[in-house]
Every structure is written in structure tokens, then in C-alpha cells.
């Protein structure tokens, strides 16, 4: 059987604090008709990215709920991953061709995890590209059981038209696609049902925690920031769509009106990302010799805590990316309510209203602007980040996210 990612539980009860009696109530009701139905969702990594964060929280509240929810991550070597981050990349608009040997490559891993895959589900969510067609496998060897949902976290909007047509006959096979936005489809579907729920973050997870002063202090000591000046802070993988040079642009403009400014850039280095090495040399020689740009990854410990107190320590937290299925990262930020200057593209769109909860930017440049704008106003910088928190409140907790997957499972046929 595929590798199944271990999850600590959790109770849904303490989400009461959070989201209230109404939604929890609601929750638990509608989760009653779905009793013991048997979940799978199956991703490529287990560490690194949006999917992986949000299924660590997701699958174990799904349990609590009373589904009998599991969590699966497909196999593949190197250059499995070398492919589908290029077709990632080429669904994303990236000019990059699907190849016949870059096809046959996909195919045979897939297909390999195909035949270890075992076992009856009700529901089984397929997440991203990666194994996708995996579903054509079963159904040809006739071990098709059980609805079939696929979830795109990426805006394929502007797609590459070869890695577009590639996917589509394994698309279509499914019994619904759930994208972030309506917008994201390059052409329609033919699957039976289409739902549009943007992800969430888990206000109870370490992640989202806010850390006390104390401990900010104390992790900020120990990768040599100074607590005392002001902070820009990205966190994001490694990868060209969330311009990490463009980041350390934007910085070295902010520096010539606030020279005691720093920038840390957190990545982790996703299993299923084998560009990570390459976009980390590349910055780091970038960066040059400026002690006031901290590099730090997994690699140096960082993990939840380290992520949450960088984030609850930063002046301005930037997600300068150029494509974005929906960055929680910035949504993160927002819910520590900090004001995020972000590029104003995909998800973001959704995420931040332009001057009211954050920033959008479409340029180095405007981002330089908006960041000295705020370091410049602390009140500003208050009163952006209070409505940024509400607005996570409001559409992007877990709470609704659970609640938007029962009723797309109870409306399958
Ligand atoms: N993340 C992390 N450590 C890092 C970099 C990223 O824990 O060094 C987490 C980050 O907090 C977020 C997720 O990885 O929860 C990234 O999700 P996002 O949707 O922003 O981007 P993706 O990687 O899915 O494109």
C-alpha cells in the first residue's frame, strides 16, 4: 500500500474559542450523515509546502469529526520529482514543454504507485498533479471504488497548452475538481461536480500560535537578529514563483531610507522540490556578504516555532510571489496580524484587499514604497493587521475549510 503519513490527533472541540458555537455545532451535524465514511487523501510530500500543512491538521480534525480519514503520499525518485516540478511549473505558465520521455516518466511512476495502492475508501482526494493519474490505473485494471476527488492547489489559468492537454483526460475521469478560484480552470472540465474552496490555516497549530515576546526573543538571539531593529520577513520555498531575488531588491531599497533594517527568508526544503538547491545557491550568492540578510531552512532547525516567531517578530511580512495558488503563508502572517505586502496575483487576490488588510504589489519597486510606508507608520502597520486577522477569521480557518469538504462529500452522488 502507498506510505501513509502518521498524524497526532486532534479535538475539535477547542475550536469553539475560535470560530464559535454556531460553526462547530454546524460542523458536527453535518459531519453526522458522513459517520465512519472511509477518507483518503494522497499528495507527494509529507514535509514542505502548503499541502503538506494543511493535511497535517485537516485529516486528524476529519477523524475527530468521525470520518475515518487517512492521509497517503505517493513515491517517486528524483527525477519523478525533476518532471512534475516541471510540469508544475509549465501549468503555472512557465515555458516548458511536456516531453514524450518527461510523459513516459510520469506514467511509469505513477502507475507503479498505482499498483501498490489497496484497500476501499468512500471518498478518495487526490492533491496537485503529481498523482493525478493515478485514478486511469485503477480504472483500467477495474479497482475503480468509491467517489474520486481531485484538488488543484494551483492556478492553471495560463497553462502551458501540451502539460494542460496531458492532464486533462486524467482530470476528467474524476467525479469532482476542486479548484481555489473559479478563474483558475484553463478550459472547462468534464468531471461531474465542480466546487471552488480556498484552503486554511489551523489557529490551534503550532504554526499559528503566537508566540510570547520571550520566545521571539530568544529565537530571534539565536540566528543573530537584532529584536531591537526592524524585520522584513518572507517565508516560502525556494522556487522562481515566489521571486526571492525580487525580495532581496525590494529590501536593499527599503535599507537606502532605513539602514538598520534586516531581512530573514525562512524556506523549507520540500521533498517534492528539487529546484529548492538551486534557488537556495542562487540567493545566497545574491545576497552577497550583507550580515543583515538571514538564509535559514529546515536545515538550521527551523521549524513551527522558529516559522511562527520570525513571523510574529517581523515589522512587514512580504510574499512577493509571482504566481500563487493561495499563499498560506500570507494568510499566517495576517492572522498574527501583521501587515503583508504581497504580489497581487491568484490567491493573494483573495486573501488581501489592497490597502485595507494589506498590500498589493506588482513590482519590486512598489514593494520597496509600500514596506517604507509602514515602517514608517506604526499605527498604520496596527490598525492594517487588526483587519487582517479578522479577515482570516472570517473565510480562512480550518473551521470553514472542514465544513466546505463535508458538503462537497454529502453532494457527491
Ligand atoms: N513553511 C515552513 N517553513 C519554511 C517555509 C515554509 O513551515 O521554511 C510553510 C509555511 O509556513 C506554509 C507552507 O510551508 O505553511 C507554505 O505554503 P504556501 O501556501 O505559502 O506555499 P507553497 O509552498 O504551497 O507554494
Known amino acids: 500500500m502507498l506510505r ?43 514535509y514542505g ?27 517517486g525518485d528524483q527525477e519523478f520529482f525533476e518532471v512534475t ?30 499498483s501498490r495502492f489497496e484497500g476501499d475508501y468512500d471518498f478518495v482526494v487526490v492533491h496537485d498533479p ?45 467525479d469532482a475538481a476542486v479548484f481555489t478560484k473559479e478563474d483558475y480552470i484553463k478550459t472547462p472540465l468534464k468531471v461531474g461536480r465542480l466546487a471552488f474552496i480556498p484552503p486554511s490555516i489551523d489557529p490551534l497549530s503550532p504554526k499559528n500560535q503566537i508566540p510570547s515576546e520571550r520566545t521571539v526573543r530568544e529565537i530571534m538571539a539565536e540566528y543573530g537578529v537584532d529584536r531591537e531593529r526592524p524585520l522584513l520577513v518572507q517565508v516560502s520555498r525556494f522556487d522562481p514563483w515566489k521571486d526571492p531575488l ?21 524556506a523549507s526544503m520540500a521533498s517534492d522540490d528539487p529546484e529548492g538547491w538551486h534557488y537556495y545557491e542562487l540567493m545566497n550568492r545574491y545576497r552577497g556578504d550583507d550580515p543583515d540578510i538571514h538564509l535559514l531552512s529546515n536545515l538550521q532547525g527551523v521549524g513551527n516555532l522558529e516559522v511562527s516567531s520570525f513571523q510574529a517578530a517581523a515589522s512587514v511580512v512580504l510574499q512577493k510571489s509571482l504566481r500563487e495558488g493561495f499563499g498560506l503563508t500570507v494568510t499566517e502572517a495576517m492572522w498574527k496580524r501583521k501587515p503583508v505586502v504581497a504580489g497581487g496575483v491568484g490567491g493573494i487576490l483573495l486573501q488581501i484587499d489592497d490597502g485595507i488588510n494589506g498590500f498589493l504589489v506588482d513590482s519590486v519597486k512598489q514593494c520597496a514604497e509600500r514596506v517604507k510606508g509602514l515602517l514608517a507608520d506604526p499605527g498604520l502597520r496596527e490598525e492594517i493587521g487588526a483587519r487582517a486577522h479578522r479577515k482570516v477569521l472570517e473565510r480562512f480557518l480550518i473551521t470553514r475549510h472542514l465544513r466546505d469538504y463535508l458538503d462537497l462529500f454529502s453532494s457527491l452522488p
Open 246 to 266: 525580487g525580495v532581496v531588491d525590494a529590501y536593499r531599497m527599503v535599507k537606502e531610507g532605513f539602514p538598520g533594517v534586516q531581512l530573514a527568508f525562512l
Open 85 to 114: 516540478k516541471f510540469m508544475h511549473n509549465s501549468l503555472q505558465g512557465m515555458e516548458i514543454p511536456t516531453t514524450a520521455p518527461m510523459r513516459e516518466k510520469y506514467l511509469q511512476v505513477v502507475e507503479e504507485n498505482a
Open 4 to 46: 501513509e503519513v502518521p498524524v497526532n490527533p486532534k479535538s475539535i472541540e477547542p475550536y469553539r474559542e475560535v470560530a464559535g458555537d454556531v460553526v462547530i455545532d454546524g460542523l458536527k451535524e453535518a459531519a453526522e450523515n458522513l459517520r465512519g465514511a472511509r477518507v483518503l487523501h494522497i499528495n507527494s510530500t509529507a
Open 49 to 75: 509546502g502548503g499541502v503538506a500543512e494543511i493535511l497535517y491538521n485537516l485529516v486528524p480534525l476529519m477523524r475527530d469529526l468521525g470520518l475515518a480519514a487517512e492521509w497517503r503520499v505517493i513515491e
Open 130 to 174: 503529481q498523482p493525478c493519474a493515478i485514478l486511469s490505473f485503477l480504472e483500467e485494471r477495474r479497482l475503480r471504488k468509491g467517489r474520486w476527488v481531485w484538488r488543484c492547489h494551483i492556478d492553471t489559468t495560463v497553462a502551458q497548452e501540451d502539460a494542460w492537454e496531458f492532464l486533462l483526460p486524467f482530470i476528467n475521469l474524476y
